[in-house]
Nanobody, 124 residues
Framework: QVQLVESGGGLVQAGGSLRLTCAAS????????MAWFRQAPGKEREFVAA????????GYGSSVKCRFTISRDNAKNTVYLQMNSLKPEGTAVYYC?????????????????WGQGTQVTVST
Protein backbone atom coordinates (compact mmCIF):
# COMPACT_ATOMS: atom_id res chain seq x y z
CA GLN A 1 0.00 0.00 0.00
CA VAL A 2 1.26 3.46 -0.93
CA GLN A 3 -0.17 6.75 0.19
CA LEU A 4 0.55 9.85 -1.84
CA VAL A 5 0.26 13.47 -0.72
CA GLU A 6 0.72 16.32 -3.18
CA SER A 7 1.67 19.86 -2.28
CA GLY A 8 2.95 23.02 -3.93
CA GLY A 9 -0.07 24.07 -5.93
CA GLY A 10 -1.38 27.60 -5.95
CA LEU A 11 -2.09 30.68 -8.01
CA VAL A 12 0.56 31.87 -10.45
CA GLN A 13 0.63 34.32 -13.34
CA ALA A 14 1.10 33.11 -16.88
CA GLY A 15 4.79 32.67 -17.58
CA GLY A 16 5.55 31.88 -13.97
CA SER A 17 6.80 28.72 -12.29
CA LEU A 18 5.69 26.29 -9.61
CA ARG A 19 7.18 23.13 -8.18
CA LEU A 20 4.83 20.37 -7.11
CA THR A 21 5.89 17.77 -4.59
CA CYS A 22 4.45 14.31 -4.03
CA ALA A 23 5.41 12.62 -0.77
CA ALA A 24 4.91 8.87 -0.64
CA SER A 25 4.63 6.53 2.30
CA UNK A 26 5.88 2.97 2.30
CA UNK A 27 9.21 1.21 2.12
CA UNK A 28 8.96 0.19 -1.51
CA UNK A 29 8.76 3.64 -3.11
CA UNK A 30 11.91 2.98 -5.10
CA UNK A 31 10.21 0.11 -6.92
CA UNK A 32 7.34 2.24 -8.23
CA UNK A 33 7.08 4.19 -11.43
CA MET A 34 5.60 7.61 -10.69
CA ALA A 35 3.55 10.01 -12.75
CA TRP A 36 1.73 13.30 -12.73
CA PHE A 37 -1.68 13.76 -14.33
CA ARG A 38 -3.96 16.78 -14.40
CA GLN A 39 -7.65 17.33 -14.76
CA ALA A 40 -9.34 20.58 -15.71
CA PRO A 41 -13.04 21.17 -15.06
CA GLY A 42 -15.18 19.29 -17.54
CA LYS A 43 -12.20 17.52 -19.10
CA GLU A 44 -10.67 14.08 -18.84
CA ARG A 45 -7.64 13.40 -16.71
CA GLU A 46 -4.54 14.05 -18.83
CA PHE A 47 -1.05 12.60 -18.70
CA VAL A 48 1.57 15.19 -17.80
CA ALA A 49 4.83 13.41 -16.97
CA ALA A 50 6.21 10.15 -15.65
CA UNK A 51 9.46 8.68 -14.37
CA UNK A 52 10.66 5.14 -13.93
CA UNK A 53 11.65 3.61 -10.62
CA UNK A 54 15.30 4.62 -10.85
CA UNK A 55 14.76 8.01 -12.41
CA UNK A 56 16.62 6.96 -15.54
CA UNK A 57 13.68 7.26 -17.91
CA UNK A 58 11.12 10.05 -18.18
CA GLY A 59 8.24 10.93 -20.45
CA TYR A 60 6.11 14.01 -21.02
CA GLY A 61 2.80 14.96 -22.52
CA SER A 62 3.15 16.92 -25.73
CA SER A 63 1.58 20.05 -24.21
CA VAL A 64 4.19 20.31 -21.45
CA LYS A 65 7.33 18.97 -23.08
CA CYS A 66 10.34 21.31 -22.70
CA ARG A 67 8.57 23.32 -19.99
CA PHE A 68 8.01 20.76 -17.23
CA THR A 69 10.56 18.48 -15.56
CA ILE A 70 9.82 15.43 -13.44
CA SER A 71 12.35 14.10 -10.96
CA ARG A 72 12.48 11.88 -7.91
CA ASP A 73 14.49 11.38 -4.76
CA ASN A 74 14.14 7.78 -3.63
CA ALA A 75 15.95 8.50 -0.38
CA LYS A 76 13.18 10.96 0.50
CA ASN A 77 10.27 8.99 -1.02
CA THR A 78 9.44 12.07 -3.07
CA VAL A 79 8.71 12.96 -6.66
CA TYR A 80 8.72 16.48 -8.03
CA LEU A 81 7.24 18.32 -10.97
CA GLN A 82 8.98 21.56 -11.89
CA MET A 83 6.64 23.62 -14.04
CA ASN A 84 8.02 26.59 -15.96
CA SER A 85 6.46 28.98 -18.46
CA LEU A 86 3.01 28.13 -17.17
CA LYS A 87 0.03 28.84 -19.39
CA PRO A 88 -3.62 29.53 -18.44
CA GLU A 89 -4.62 26.22 -20.03
CA GLY A 90 -2.49 24.56 -17.37
CA THR A 91 -5.13 25.40 -14.77
CA ALA A 92 -6.19 22.08 -13.31
CA VAL A 93 -6.00 19.76 -10.35
CA TYR A 94 -2.67 17.95 -10.52
CA TYR A 95 -2.52 14.37 -9.30
CA CYS A 96 0.41 12.19 -8.35
CA UNK A 97 0.15 8.50 -9.21
CA UNK A 98 2.20 5.39 -8.50
CA UNK A 99 2.51 2.19 -10.46
CA UNK A 100 3.82 -1.03 -8.98
CA UNK A 101 6.63 -2.09 -11.30
CA UNK A 102 9.49 -0.07 -12.67
CA UNK A 103 8.28 1.21 -16.04
CA UNK A 104 6.04 4.19 -16.63
CA UNK A 105 2.99 4.39 -18.87
CA UNK A 106 0.88 7.26 -20.18
CA UNK A 107 -2.47 5.59 -19.47
CA UNK A 108 -3.99 6.50 -16.13
CA UNK A 109 -5.47 3.01 -15.94
CA UNK A 110 -1.99 1.56 -15.42
CA UNK A 111 -1.53 3.30 -12.07
CA UNK A 112 -2.36 1.67 -8.79
CA UNK A 113 -2.34 4.53 -6.30
CA TRP A 114 -3.41 8.17 -6.46
CA GLY A 115 -3.06 11.25 -4.32
CA GLN A 116 -5.86 13.65 -3.53
CA GLY A 117 -4.60 16.30 -5.94
CA THR A 118 -3.39 19.87 -5.66
CA GLN A 119 -4.96 22.84 -7.44
CA VAL A 120 -2.88 24.88 -9.87
CA THR A 121 -4.42 28.08 -11.21
CA VAL A 122 -2.64 30.09 -13.91
CA SER A 123 -3.95 33.60 -14.39
CA THR A 124 -3.64 35.74 -17.51
Amino acid sequence: QVQLVESGGGLVQAGGSLRLTCAASGRTFSSYAMAWFRQAPGKEREFVAAINYRGASTGYGSSVKCRFTISRDNAKNTVYLQMNSLKPEGTAVYYCAAKNGGSWYISLHEYDYWGQGTQVTVST
